[in-house]
C-alpha cells in the first residue's frame, strides 16, 4: 500500500535530479521530491561509486540531512563501475524501512568482483538470522513491470502521485541466463512517473540497459503505454551513452516528440560516450549534458544537477566540476 502524504494549497515542490559521474568511471544518481522549505516528501539513490575517497553521493545525501531516512536505494547491477562504496551508503542512509532493490546477485556471488562481494555480504548480513519483523525490505528479485514505490498525495496540492516503476530486467532475458552472467541484461532500470492534476513529469534512470532488454521494452509498448511513457522530462541515457544501448533512440521516438533533458557519463577505457550515439540522441532530446567535458583529453569528475519547480513549470540546470553541456560540431 502507497504511503499518503498531505499537502496543503501553498506548498511549492521541486525535485532535484544529481547525476555524478567520475573522471574514468563511475557513475550515481539521486532523485528528490521536497517543499520550499526543504522539507524530503521522497528520496531515491542509485549506485555509488568512489575515487581517491571521493564520494559525492555520500556528499550529497549529507548535505540533505538523509541519514537514516532514504526512502529508496536501488544498486542497478554488480559492475564496479556503479558499486564502490554501496555498502556504506546502505549502512548511512538506509534502516529497514527503506527499500532496497538489486540484481539477483546472492545466486552468482562467485562470478561478481572482489569489491562486489562485499557488498553483497554487507546486504546479505542485514537480514540474516533476523525475525520476520525485523528484515529489511530487500528486493533481489525486481523485474518488469513491478511497482517498486509510490506516494499518494492528498490535499490542494496539483501533485497526486508517485510511482517508480520497475522498466528493467525482463525475467525472460535477465532472470534466464546460464554460464557466465552478463549483468547488464539484468540491470534495474526505472521510471519515475509524478502524475499532476493537468500533465504528468517524467523520468527515466536506465542504468546500464542493453539492446535486447530495450528491444523487447518496445516490444511490450502498446501493451504497457499507459504505465511507461517514451517522453521524458529527463533521461539517464543507458550505458555510457554506447551502441549498445543505441535503440533506446528508437524506444524515445515512438511518440514523435522529444523529451527534455538527458545526461550522460564517461568510460574512459571503453571510449564512451560514443559521440556519434549522442548525435543520434539529439533527435528525440532538446539538451544533453555529460558528468566530464568529453571534447577534451582530460577528462574530470562531475555533477549534472537538474532543479524542476512544479509550479511554475521550469526546469534548471546547474553544472559542478567537469560536467557540461555535449556540444556538437
Not at 525535485?15 to 532523485?31: A, L, T, W
Not at 522539507?39 to 559525492?56: F, G, R
Not at 503505454?225 to 554506447?242: A, F, L, Q, W
Not at 533506446?248 to 521516438?253: K, N, R, S, T, Y
Request: aromatic share 10%; charged share 25%; net charge neutral.
Amino acid at each position: 500500500m502507497k504511503k499518503t502524504i498531505t499537502l496543503g494549497k501553498d506548498d511549492k515542490l521541486f525535485i532535484k535530479v544529481y547525476h555524478i559521474g567520475y573522471s574514468k568511471q563511475g557513475e550515481s544518481c539521486i532523485f528528490l521530491l521536497y517543499t520550499s522549505d526543504k522539507k524530503i516528501l521522497y528520496s531515491l539513490a542509485i549506485d555509488c561509486y568512489e575515487e581517491e575517497q571521493c564520494n559525492i553521493t555520500d556528499e550529497i545525501l549529507k548535505k540533505w540531512k538523509l541519514e537514516n531516512r532514504l526512502d529508496m536505494f536501488i544498486w542497478t547491477h554488480a559492475h564496479d563501475d556503479h558499486s564502490i562504496g554501496i555498502n556504506k551508503i546502505i549502512e548511512k542512509y538506509c534502516t529497514k524501512d527503506s527499500i532496497i532493490c538489486m540484481e539477483n546477485v546472492f545466486q552468482i556471488k562467485e562470478q561478481c568482483s572482489e569489491l562486489c562481494k562485499e557488498n553483497i555480504e554487507h546486504i546479505y548480513n542485514l537480514n540474516y538470522k533476523k525475525r520476520a519483523k525485523n528484515k529489511w525490505k530487500i528486493n533481489p528479485l525486481t523485474c518488469f513491470p513491478a511497482l517498486l514505490d509510490g506516494r499518494q498525495f492528498n490535499g490542494e496540492s496539483d501533485i497526486k502521485n508517485l510511482n517508480v516503476q520497475c522498466i528493467s530486467p525482463f525475467p525472460e532475458i535477465g532472470g534466464m541466463q546460464t554460464g557466465r552472467i552478463n549483468h547488464n541484461k539484468s540491470c534495474i532500470a526505472c521510471i519515475i512517473k509524478i502524475e499532476m492534476k493537468n500533465n504528468d513529469i517524467n523520468f527515466l534512470f536506465a542504468g546500464d540497459m542493453e539492446y535486447y532488454t530495450i528491444e523487447k521494452l518496445i516490444m511490450e509498448y502498446e501493451e504497457y503505454r499507459d504505465i511507461i511513457p517514451c517522453v521524458y522530462n529527463y533521461i539517464k541515457i543507458p550505458h555510457h551513452g554506447s551502441a549498445n544501448a543505441r535503440n533506446m533512440i528508437d524506444f524515445l521516438a515512438l511518440e514523435g516528440k522529444k523529451s527534455g533533458f538527458a545526461s550522460t557519463s564517461v568510460f574512459v577505457n571503453k571510449k564512451l560516450p560514443d559521440p556519434q550515439i549522442l548525435q543520434k540522441y539529439k533527435s528525440v532530446v532538446e539538451e544533453i549534458a555529460c558528468t566530464s567535458a568529453i571534447d577534451v583529453p582530460q577528462y574530470g569528475t562531475g555533477v549534472v544537477c537538474l532543479t524542476f519547480d512544479l509550479s511554475l513549470k521550469t526546469v534548471t540546470p546547474v553544472f559542478y566540476g567537469m560536467a557540461e553541456y555535449v556540444h556538437f560540431s
